[in-house]
């Protein structure tokens, strides 16, 4: 029997805990010392799979005008909304959680939730996500978009690794077994 796929978060956030400003905007993070330095490229190599949110999908688009920066990989877009996508994306109007559940039982590689708070709030409360990759970066922006909004959920993760690139602390955690 072969093993099931990961659904793997990665992403940044300000110390404070906001993955964006209000409007989407990411300036706070970019040029951040350190930022060519984390674990990205291998992180990415490890995943042939996307899912992100239309949001995520829209602003992606805003900050890659010269061409889809996941060319290559699988990309499933969640929208009830969106009438059309890149060559090569897919858009998603089904059940989110039974989608995933779907693709963790297919074959292939890693599986990573590209942004959106909201689509990691509802794996991790299903018990979907398997790992965490978070990266901190030094700015309190006040105000944006939370990695984590209140609601009634806890899983419980096992600190892996922590490393440090310049101004940027990276935390690797993996959801405890009995959380599976």
């Known amino acids: 029997m072969s093993e099931k796929r990961k659904l793997l978060f990665y992403g940044a956030m300000s110390i404070d805990g906001y993955l964006a400003r209000e409007d989407h905007r990411l300036d706070w993070l970019i040029g951040t010392e350190g930022e060519e330095e984390t674990s990205y490229d291998t992180f990415y190599a490890s995943v042939d799979t996307l899912i992100m949110g239309r949001n995520t999908y829209e602003q992606v688009l805003q900050l890659s005008p010269d061409g889809f920066p996941y060319e290559g990989k699988t990309c ?105």
């Open 76 to 180: 499933y877009i969640m929208s009830r909304t969106l009438q059309d996508s890149l060559e090569g994306t897919h858009i998603i109007r089904e059940d989110v959680l039974s989608f995933v559940k779907k693709l963790k039982n297919e074959t292939g590689r890693n599986i990573w939730i590209v942004g959106g708070g909201g689509l990691l709030q509802s794996f991790i409360k299903e018990r979907l996500v398997d790992e965490l990759f978070l990266q901190i970066v030094p700015v309190i922006i006040g105000r944006g978009i939370p990695l984590f909004s209140p609601a009634d959920l806890e899983s419980r993760f096992s600190l892996q690794e922590v490393n440090q690139y310049k101004q940027i602390a990276e935390m690797h955690f993996i959801l405890k077994e009995e959380d599976h």
